[in-house]
């Protein structure tokens, strides 16, 4: 008999995939300020971009 498949969320501990999350949000945050200095940068205005946080979904306690 075939063991079960198991999913890569399932084989994670929840401790690892919280840090994971948490790391991605923090790259993702860096990304963005990179970004909006070089429009900054490139338009010389900020009013026009709303930027949109990432990972709102992400609830971090």
Not at 24 to 50: P, W
Request: glycine share 0%.
């Amino acid at each position: 008999m075939l063991p079960p498949k198991v999913s890569l969320a399932e084989s994670v501990c929840p401790s690892d995939v919280h840090k994971l999350a948490v790391y991605i949000k923090l790259i993702l945050q860096e990304i963005l300020k990179y970004l909006r200095s070089v429009l900054t940068i490139i338009f010389d205005k900020t009013s026009e971009y709303e930027v949109i946080p990432p990972c709102s979904s992400f609830h971090v306690d």
